[in-house]
């Protein structure tokens, strides 16, 4: 992951979505996971986030998304990384 390269695009939140992970089925509890999915130049780009991550934007929200890899870095002045 640190040798990919951070990317900042122009990006519309178009989706959320909530789903039930269970690593294996009946020894422990399924875990929520949250996904948000992004339009950015035309192509899709999806990331899992935290329940805070997903509760503080919505729908159609637009903003510059920063990404490296699989990870969501920044969107707009709702998500911010705390890391830099």
């Not at 949250?34 to 035309?42: C, E, H, K």
Request: hydrophobic content about 45%; overall charge negative; aromatic content about 14%.
């Amino acid at each position: 992951m640190k040798n990919e390269q951070k990317i900042s695009v122009e990006a519309t939140l178009v989706n959320k979505e909530t789903f039930s992970y269970n690593a294996v089925e009946g020894l422990e509890d399924a875990l929520d996971q949250f996904q948000l999915d992004f339009i950015a130049v035309g192509k899709p780009l999806s990331f899992e986030v935290s329940v805070f991550e997903f509760n503080v934007v919505e729908i159609g929200m637009k903003g510059l998304l920063t990404y490296q890899g699989n990870d969501l870095i920044s969107f707009g002045k709702w998500i911010k990384d705390f890391k830099m």
